[in-house]
T-cell receptor, first 113, second 110 residues
């Protein structure tokens, strides 16, 4: 079975802190994605990557950066956390090309105080 | 505004009843995906539709993509408590990225 794991299920950080969220997949997927999910807004794409060291902005990249140094690992970085970044963060991965069936991690619920 | 509009936003049904969730796009759909999310967890892929008029079923869940490829419906027959969760539709974009609707929260009362 495909497994996508995220470093934490729950995280509480203070305003201004640098926050790292990590995602690891074990299916050799080329594509990896970071979303945030907020009530009434659904999933919004922050960044995605289709190869090592490659990244593409999604719809809401402001305040975030990403890193993909290895194929299986995709990190989301909040350079200076703010309260409006309190949200559920979901990571996903998929094969490049063909049917874009994405496999999701369990999510990280981040609270910024 | 969202490219994908889902309706209803939430739904409460009695166990055993049928229900339909709709997903309408402002653009032609080239790949439409249905996912289910249990509360507080990640999404699980249900099915994918590509061709106008296509219909797929998995157990008691049937999804259709209309001929004009701008609307999809998800129909659950004889709902059970295990069907409860959030249903999201997603659509392919230019690369392998995807955009999602806001989701429909389904509650099934025993």
């Amino acid at each position: 079975d495909v497994k996508v794991t995220q470093s934490s299920r729950y995280l509480v950080k203070r305003t201004g802190e640098k926050v790292f969220l990590e995602c690891v997949q074990d299916m050799d997927h080329e594509n990896m994605f970071w979303y945030r999910q907020d009530p009434g807004l659904g999933l919004r794409l922050i960044y995605f990557s289709y190869d090592v060291k490659m990244k593409e902005k999604g719809d809401i990249p402001e305040g975030y950066s990403v890193s993909r140094e290895k194929k299986e690992r995709f990190s989301l970085i909040l350079e200076s956390a703010s309260t409006n970044q309190t949200s559920m963060y979901l990571c996903a991965s998929s094969f490049w090309g063909g049917v874009n069936e994405q496999y999701f991690g369990p999510g990280t619920r981040l609270t910024v105080t | 505004s969202q490219e994908l509009e889902q309706s209803p936003q939430s739904l409460i049904v009695q166990e055993g009843k049928n229900l339909t969730i709709n997903c309408t796009s402002s653009k032609t759909l080239y790949g439409l995906y249905w996912y289910k999310q249990k509360y507080g967890e990640g999404l699980i892929f249900l099915m994918m539709l590509q061709k106008g008029g296509e219909e797929k079923s998995h157990e008691k869940i049937t999804a259709k993509l209309d001929e004009k490829k701008q609307q999809s419906s998800l129909h659950i027959t004889a709902s059970q408590p295990s069907h409860a969760g959030i249903y999201l539709c997603g659509a392919d974009k230019e690369f392998d990225d995807m955009r999602f609707g806001a989701g429909t929260r389904l509650t099934v009362k025993p």
